[in-house]
């Protein structure tokens, strides 16, 4: 037993090498939760209903700008597979190609702000809700542009597995928004009590110093020698057409993904307002489990899109699953502490919320927690073997399980459930058990995937013809010539 953990740490694709690429990348989405935490600790301890509106009118944006996300982010799997196949010389075309469609996206997404009123109108939610949401709503897509810019150009340093340069800005960016969180939100610091717009300013001011701070990196004089970071600005039509169809669908599952678990949240938000603040809150305490583990699934892109740029499949699978069986442990270890001690997570928010408001809201989180605890194991499964299967080029098939399941086990059941008030609960807690059923589902379908080894022949980038050496035949000399 001691020999296996041994041989399982060393070596390529062991433990070892997935935590030090993985670790600065846990520890950015893991600041990025504690951000997004602290933010609607927040809000709650402002109002309940700017923290009820927060959840809905975040994801609603995220939700449009997540297609061009998942497009842009997709330069990672690029990235890697150039620097494995030993061809520095494209990774900076590769990035810039997620910085022009970032641009783009900016340009496209910032008339949405016009159409705030009529989006929330739909989701009905209460007057001062909507009022909330349509305000956060705004600032948010003002704040696209830096957003996508960060996305593309972080995918030059995580796809050669230099994560931690990453960590660094984002710990910036989050030490940043905490404070004017406090500041802007609250009304500290003698800056202005803006409530939920001091939370998204916050937010956008944030992802701005970052922006810049990568840019500043990206041009950096030994990056633009190597990796063309400055001369492969030109656009490459080649490049771009072959970021398209493997980044489209990424983009469109990523953003119907998003989509479905939004169209979740009206629906169950329609219940009554309590409801809506309980699912905001237990989505909150869930992002504790989920996004630092998402670092995980970044790494293993990263490192199957390395290995595979090598021809490398079976360093591929061994780092996919080095890293499946630490994200488990975790999030068996998250999980048991959501079923046996939710008040620990409810904590934070209790501190300064409103007593008779947080009386209401807090055993249905306790009972939410358990639907959580429940399908967060499996979560480890949809993280890491579609993150193996993205990185090598496999995103139509992420796209078609996620979007078709997504849909027919989750968004139709709920809606449907809440309409018609199935269970005690009307309709909240079968809800909540359609989409435990379609995490589960989900996870099972990725592994079989994985384990079928379609994957291990696919490549993103382009094949170079192998060059072949002009030898002149040897002919023997005459005497006379060596003479």
């Known amino acids: 037993m001691k020999d296996k953990i041994i041989k399982r740490w060393q070596g390529p694709g062991g433990f070892a090498e997935v935590l030090r690429i993985a670790t600065p990348l846990v520890l950015s989405t893991s600041a990025h939760t504690v951000q997004m935490f602290i933010d609607r600790m927040f809000l709650t301890w402002h109002s309940s209903e700017a923290m009820a509106a927060a959840m809905p009118a975040g994801i609603t944006a995220f939700v449009i700008v997540s297609f061009f996300m998942g497009l842009v982010s997709y330069a990672n799997t690029f990235v890697a597979q150039y620097t494995g196949a030993g061809r520095p010389h494209r990774v900076g075309p590769a990035v810039w190609q997620g910085i022009y469609l970032s641009l783009a996206a900016a340009a496209l997404v910032l008339p949405m702000i016009w159409s705030a009123k009529h989006i929330f109108r739909l989701m009905d939610h209460g007057p001062v809700v909507q009022q ?51 500041g802007l939100i609250l009304g500290h610091f003698g800056l202005p009590r803006w409530g939920i717009a001091g939370a998204g300013w916050a937010t956008v001011t944030a992802n701005i110093i970052a922006m810049l701070l990568y840019i500043v990196l990206f041009f950096r004089k030994r990056y633009r020698r190597r990796y063309a970071t400055w001369r492969g600005s030109r656009p490459d039509i080649d490049l771009f057409r072959r970021m398209m169809r493997y980044g489209l669908p990424n983009g469109i599952q990523f953003m119907l993904d998003i989509l479905a678990f939004d169209l979740f949240i009206a629906f169950v938000g329609r219940i009554n307002p309590v409801t809506l603040a309980a699912n905001t809150m237990t989505f909150s305490i869930n992002m504790l489990s989920f996004l630092p583990m998402m670092g995980f699934g970044i790494a293993v892109t990263t490192m199957v899109g390395q290995s595979l740029g090598s021809n490398k499949p079976d360093l591929a699978k061994r780092c996919t699953w080095s890293a499946f069986y630490i994200t488990f442990g975790y999030m068996s270890l998250v999980a048991l502490g959501y079923w046996f001690y939710p008040e620990i997570f409810l904590f934070p928010f209790s501190i300064r919320a409103h007593p008779q408001e947080f009386a209401q809201i807090e055993p249905l989180v306790k009972n939410l927690l358990h639907f959580v605890a429940l399908y967060c194991i499996f979560d480890t499964g949809n993280i890491i073997f579609a993150a193996a299967l993205k990185g090598a080029g496999d995103t139509r098939f992420v796209m078609m399980v996620l979007v078709s399941f997504s849909w027919t086990l989750m968004v139709l059941p709920c809606y449907l459930a809440v309409k018609f008030s199935w269970g005690a609960g009307k309709g909240l807690y079968v809800a909540w058990g359609f989409v435990t059923v379609y995490v589960c589902v989900v996870a099972v379908v990725f592994l079989a995937r994985f384990l079928q080894g379609k994957w291990e022949t696919m490549r993103v980038i382009e094949q170079v013809a192998p060059t072949i050496p002009y030898v002149v035949a040897e002919v023997p000399a005459s005497e006379a010539e060596v003479n």
């Open 132 to 182: 909330y949401e349509v305000t956060y709503f705004r600032i948010m897509c003002v704040g696209v542009g830096p957003v996508l810019i960060c996305s593309a150009i972080s995918c030059f340093f995580t796809g050669r597995g230099k994560t931690w340069t990453v960590f660094k800005i984002n710990l910036v960016a989050t030490i940043l928004n905490i404070v004017l969180d406090y």
